[in-house]
């Protein structure tokens, strides 16, 4: 029986694990200070029950559930909860944890769950080890074979049929990671899971690994025409949880197996190449600079960078630039901040905001860097700016300015 316990508070984990090999002698018990590290062991060794603490700094014990469940179906979990959590662990259960704690733990009450749970995978585990075997060396096989053909290399005398009769039309997805020379392994964990929950969400479908960096998905959905709304739910979830910049990649509507190493060699050379696209509609890039123009203006007090508004997009950051530039006629830094600047002449009319205030509502940290930029296109400061329109308000209304 193989026990994994997730918790940032030393004392707490090490005391689960003492509780645990003092009446369980002959159970393995790991430790892991955080969600990721968690997810990194479960990973690299198969746990039977993995108990985990709900409010952890970084990845949270939900997320930490949500994302492990799809890919580890027989694990029995438990949350660790203060009482002020308590409805936290309530979410948890409806999530699928069997059991919780409540702090402090109390040694009876883990010993009775830690029984229970041991009792049921011993049960299941009988039960299922056949069909598990049977049903991974499958699917293992059907991903080899896949994967092998998406590297274009060769499947020998592989018969293609059940693939070609079960996805007739399909689509193709490219995540990549830019994350240098880090290990990248949970980062594969999260791509992993989150593209085949979604994909189980949206159709049928797998996902294998491409290489270091790279996942490719299939998916063949209910709705082929709600594909994009797949794509953003992609780019949400994976936003929300990778810490390392990412591109996605889709190849559009496929329905011939033997064009796949082709396709998948495109779509590489998109997310590397500044200019490489996939065939892309006539005026697909003019679309996506207006989604794109259309967030910025929506946005534009919020971090705004390249490589954020090009993933919206869909788009390599590379081209993402170029194509901005040749469509809008100005650099794309150039434009949130002439964008900025001109809303900045607006908020400068309202005399009870501070200039202050202004810099830190349009994104700007220091004030000084703010006016300098606000001077280098207008010729003049915030402040001269703003006594200005207060005269030319004033001459138009008739008045006199002051001395």
Do not use: C
């Not at 702090?103 to 995978?121: C, D, H, M, W, Y």
């Not at 009988?126 to 049903?135: G, I, P, Q, S, V």
Request: aromatic content about 8%; charged content about 25%.
């Amino acid at each position: 029986m193989n026990i994994l316990i997730a918790d940032d508070e030393r004392a707490i984990r090490e005391g689960i694990k003492r509780t645990i090999n003092r009446i369980y002698p002959e159970y393995g018990v790991e430790l892991a200070e955080g969600a990721e590290a968690a997810a990194k062991l479960m990973g690299e060794k198969q746990y039977d029950i993995v108990l985990t603490d709900i409010l952890m700094p970084g990845m949270n014990g939900l997320e930490f559930m949500r994302i492990s469940k799809r890919r580890f179906p027989r694990v029995k979990w438990v949350v660790i909860s203060a009482h002020s959590e308590f409805a936290y662990a309530q979410e948890a259960v409806r999530l699928g944890a069997r059991d919780y704690l409540l702090k402090p733990i109390g040694k009876t009450r883990l010993q009775e769950i830690i029984s229970t749970l041991a009792a049921e995978v011993r049960e299941e585990s009988e039960l299922t080890k056949e069909e598990e075997l049977l049903r991974a060396n499958l699917k293992y096989l059907r991903e080899g074979v896949f994967q092998r053909l998406a590297s274009g290399l060769d499947i020998g005398n592989l018969d293609l049929t059940p693939f070609i009769e079960d996805y007739q039309s399909f689509y193709l997805m490219m995540v990549q990671m830019d994350a240098g020379d880090k290990d990248v392994r949970l980062e594969h964990f999260i791509v992993e899971n989150v593209l085949s929950e979604l994909i189980e969400r949206h159709g049928r479908g797998f996902v294998v690994s491409y290489d270091r960096q790279s996942l490719l998905g299939l998916i063949a959905p209910r709705e082929p025409e709600r594909i994009e709304r797949f794509q953003e739910e992609v780019k949400a979830h994976l936003q929300h949880y990778l810490k390392v910049p990412f591109q996605i990649v889709h190849s559009g509507l496929n329905n011939d197996f033997q064009s796949v190493p082709q396709v998948v060699m495109r779509m590489k050379q998109a997310s590397n190449s500044p200019v490489a696209l996939l065939d892309p509609p006539k005026g697909s890039g003019e679309k996506a600079i207006e989604v794109a123009l259309q967030y910025i203006k929506e946005h534009y007090n919020e971090e705004l960078s390249l490589e954020k508004v090009a993933s919206i997009v869909f788009l390599n950051p590379a081209y993402f630039s170029q194509l901005f530039k040749q469509k809008v006629g100005l650099g794309y830094k150039e434009y949130v901040t002439s964008l900025r600047l001109e809303q900045a002449k607006q908020l400068l009319l309202n005399p009870k905001l501070k200039v202050g205030e202004i810099a830190e509502y349009l994104g700007y940290q220091d004030i000084r860097h703010f006016a300098q930029m606000f001077r280098k296109k207008y010729h003049v400061t915030p402040n001269e700016y703003r006594q200005q329109q207060k005269i030319n308000i004033l001459l138009a209304s008739g008045g006199k300015p002051s001395k």
